[in-house]
């Protein structure tokens, strides 16, 4: 599968960005999804993921009660709702597929994920 993120950009401190990631081919229903994001210097932090049906989401404490996960599998494609957003969330974020069994805690591994998209800048100014 081929990922495609797109939706980030510059945005000040407490404002809102809605991010995607477009997946290829027929089976996007079969894997788990995760974002993931890497700020200069920093090693990639996970941020959420979401069960291939959207039944279960697990979210890093960090992000909770500010970002939603959600996706639609008729369009192949997952979304990051990120509100109240701030200056150390500025990173790359990167979408990730993972055909993986298991659900869990698991899912905050990179390891876990085979399938990466380019990744897209989300810039918080403070």
């Known amino acids: 599968v081929q990922l495609q993120a797109c939706g980030g950009g510059l945005v000040q401190t407490g404002g809102s960005l809605r991010l995607s990631c477009a997946a290829s081919?027929?089976?996007?229903?079969?894997?788990?999804m995760g974002w993931f994001r890497q700020a200069p210097g920093k090693e990639r932090e996970f941020v959420v993921a979401?069960?291939?049906?959207?039944?279960?989401?697990y979210y890093a404490d960090s992000v909770k009660g500010r970002f939603t996960i959600s996706r639609d599998n008729a369009k192949n494609t997952v979304y990051l709702q990120m509100n109240s957003l701030k200056p150390e969330e500025t990173a790359v974020y990167y979408c990730?597929?993972?055909?993986?069994?298991?659900?869990?805690?698991?899912?905050?591994?990179?390891?876990?994920?085979?399938?990466w998209g380019q990744g897209t800048l989300v810039t918080v100014s403070s």
């Open positions: 990730a597929a993972s055909r993986r069994m298991g659900w869990g805690p698991m899912k905050r591994s990179p390891d876990e994920y085979e399938y």
């Open positions: 081919g027929r089976t996007f229903g079969s894997y788990d």
């Open positions: 979401i069960s291939r049906s959207g039944g279960s989401t």
